[in-house]
């Protein structure tokens, strides 16, 4: 049975998706930038150090579905008011999200080989 991401993640995990103040994650959005290219090295340092929960959760994250993600984004805004939250779950930045999970499952793939 393959994990699947909740609420209680992204809880967890809150410090990844407000590690950008929210103008500039709003401006990323708008652009459509590959956010994952501009946090590379912070991305590759991290991913050594994941332990065997964490990669699962990771897996999960790279096929979860763009609108259950947004979903919990949503949940985040709603519990916490973060803007950062907001923004991801805002149905305009589908896309910014999707591709900067494409680009995460290609730096992940990359860092496999």
């Given amino acids: ?35 994952v290219s501009k946090f590379d090295f912070k991305i590759k340092s991290t991913l050594v150090k994941l332990n065997d929960v964490q990669k699962e959760k990771l897996k999960a994250l790279l096929n979860a579905d763009i609108n259950d993600l947004q979903a919990l984004m949503k949940i985040g805004y709603d519990q916490t008011h973060k803007k950062q939250y907001k923004i991801l779950a805002d149905p305009k930045n589908h896309d910014f999200i999707k591709k900067n999970i494409e680009e995460l499952r290609k730096l992940v793939e990359s860092e496999k080989n």
Avoid: C, Q, W
């Avoid at 993640?9 to 590959?34: C, I, Q, W």
């Fill in 1 to 35: 049975m393959s994990e699947k991401i909740t609420y209680d993640d992204v809880k967890r995990y809150e410090h990844l998706f407000t590690m950008a103040p929210s103008f500039m994650l709003g401006a990323m959005a708008r652009r459509n930038a590959n956010l």
